[in-house]
């Protein structure tokens, strides 16, 4: 268990991934903004048989991109515990932390493409909420980032 100190400076180490967690959601909140704002203007009406299908196929990707997401980053926090080299676990965790949070907000993307496509607001509302669940789900941890600092100085 750390010790205050060690609890402090973790927390502060978290301060970029923290960071990065908050510009994803700030982007989801600025493509509802877009949308109301410029609605009509931004749509371009696909036949509805085509964007039946587009979306179709969009919602399988981001059903699937969920168990992609946590997979990868699962190996991207083992791989800063076990790889090799001089970088600092706050920079490793770091990446690991954008990862995610990149193939997360690509859902929310997904949902502002079937907007300018000629969808409702309740698709758009949909990704969106999906999205959001993803930066939740993977979020930065204080007690992941703790295992990395923890293997990389026991690998000292």
């Known amino acids: 268990m750390p010790s205050r100190l060690e609890n402090k400076r ?9 960071t990065i967690a908050g510009i994803m959601l700030g982007m989801l909140v600025i493509y509802i903004i877009v949308c109301h704002a410029l609605g009509s203007q931004l749509q371009q009406h696909l036949p509805e048989n085509q964007r039946m299908l587009v979306r179709t196929i969009l919602y399988a990707c981001a059903i699937a991109l ?4 946590n997979l990868i980053r699962h190996i991207q926090l083992r791989l800063n515990q076990t790889m090799p080299g ?8 770091g990446v690991t932390v954008m990862t995610s949070m990149t193939l997360i907000q690509s859902i929310g993307i997904m949902g502002f493409a079937m907007f300018i ?12 909420a ?5 930066i939740f789900l993977y979020r930065p941890k204080a ?5 990395i600092v923890e293997a990389r100085a026991a690998r000292k």
């Open 66 to 69: 969920f168990p992609m997401t």
């Open 117 to 128: 496509l000629g969808d409702d607001f309740n698709t758009l509302y949909i990704f969106i």
């Open 10 to 18: 973790l927390k502060s180490d978290l301060v970029f991934s923290w």
């Open 130 to 134: 999906m999205s959001a669940l993803g």
């Open 143 to 147: 007690d992941e980032y703790h295992q």
């Open 86 to 93: 001089h970088e600092p676990a706050k920079n490793r965790y």
